[in-house]
């Protein structure tokens, strides 16, 4: 069986370059089953999995030409943030092309350990831009309605699902000297590597941080914000309390308890995502929320008569279906007629069925 001991052994692997590139399903499988039974290396798998997203990001291939190619970019960015970190020599060799490759390599890594280091050192892991009066600061909004959801490309290159009722706030210069993203509702984050710029996203008193992953962040209601991570890792803490921040890998979830505490828990990576992807799941959902989310998935409104005082929980998968379709599926089994007007839903429980 072949040995992954360093960055190299991974890249080099085809079947790895299918799943982290091409999102191959059985490769998916092999290397999830991989890291379990291998989790002294995990880390370093995930490391590898950074390199390779940096490179395909870049448009580049794992060849000795444009490691090298990749190899002045990085370095143009380290000397760049000079002042903003500790300074850091790296060795290269010219006298080939594979040294060459190799000090690309070793660079790669060096400056990625550097944005963990700092990261984890400094407080939530960002640098502080205060006291540049030469950056004048604006914001950038970009929000939806009931009803409507997108997919929103950021300067960094990475994506964020949106969805309805929801907005992200960032500052002009995102990218250049912060990646910090301000949430108000829900949204999946697919982030790009760069370690020398963590990326956060602020939600109510909840920050997680992350260097290159995804997840998806629920704040629709401030008291009960939730993080749920798909890929990567990713630090999830109190705005005003780091030292008890929660570090998740693919499939916890942070949760913001009663308490006002945040807490961790496993999730079902199947199903968590599947809102943007057209797909409404009710998993033994209280009555009020699956009301809400109807209101706000196809931004109706929604009158209840009659609802029974017993509380109601609603399970049912629906895939890019009318509103009438789930009316009429969860009425038939919970009880209760409706009729629609335009953008007004009006849901009707038989009264001999709340005695």
């Known amino acids: 069986m072949r040995q992954y001991n360093t960055i190299d052994d991974f890249l080099n692997e085809k079947s790895f370059r299918d799943w982290v590139l091409k999102n191959d399903s059985a490769g998916s499988s092999h290397w999830q089953d991989w890291m379990e039974t291998h989790g002294e ?5 995930l490391q590898a999995k950074s390199v390779l997203l940096e490179l395909d990001r870049q448009g580049q291939d794992w060849d000795t030409k444009k490691q090298s190619l990749l190899f002045d970019k990085i370095k143009k960015r380290i000397d760049s943030n000079k002042g903003k970190q500790p300074a850091m020599s790296y060795p290269v060799h010219r006298s080939g092309k594979k040294n060459l490759a190799k000090a690309a390599v070793i660079s790669l890594l060096a400056a990625f350990f550097l944005g963990y280091l700092y990261w984890s050192l400094s407080p939530l892991g960002i640098l502080s831009d205060e006291g540049n009066a030469e950056t004048k600061e604006s914001w950038i909004t970009k ?66 941080t992350a260097l290159g992953t995804s997840f998806n962040v629920n704040c629709y209601d401030k008291e009960k914000i939730q993080v749920r991570l798909a890929t990567g890792i990713v630090k999830v803490a109190d705005e005003n309390d780091d030292d008890n921040a929660i570090i998740l890998v693919p499939g916890e979830e942070a949760i913001l308890d009663d308490h006002h505490k945040i807490i961790k828990q496993n999730f079902n990576l199947k199903k968590a995502f599947l809102w943007k992807d057209g797909t409404l799941l009710f998993d033994k959902s209280p009555f009020s929320d699956f009301k809400i989310t109807l209101e706000r998935w196809y931004g109706v409104d929604i009158e209840v008569i009659n609802l029974p005082r017993q509380e109601l929980y609603i399970s049912g998968e629906f895939h890019d279906t009318y509103l009438s379709n789930i009316l009429e599926s969860i009425g038939y089994a919970y009880g209760f007629s409706y009729s629609i007007d335009q953008k007004k839903i009006k849901i009707s429980f038989n009264q001999k069925d709340n005695r």
């Not at 290396?41 to 798998?45: A, D, P, S, V």
């Not at 710029?197 to 997680?208: A, E, I």
């Open 41 to 45: 290396k995990k880390e370093l798998l």
């Open 143 to 208: 929000a939806n309605p009931r009803g409507q959801k997108s997919k929103i490309h950021l300067p960094d290159g990475s994506a964020v699902f949106l969805n309805a009722e929801s907005e992200i706030r960032f500052r002009n210069d995102f990218g250049q000297h912060n990646r910090d993203i301000f949430l108000t509702g829900e949204s999946f984050f697919e982030v790009v590597p760069d370690s020398l710029l963590p990326f956060r996203v602020f939600s109510g008193d909840v920050v997680t």
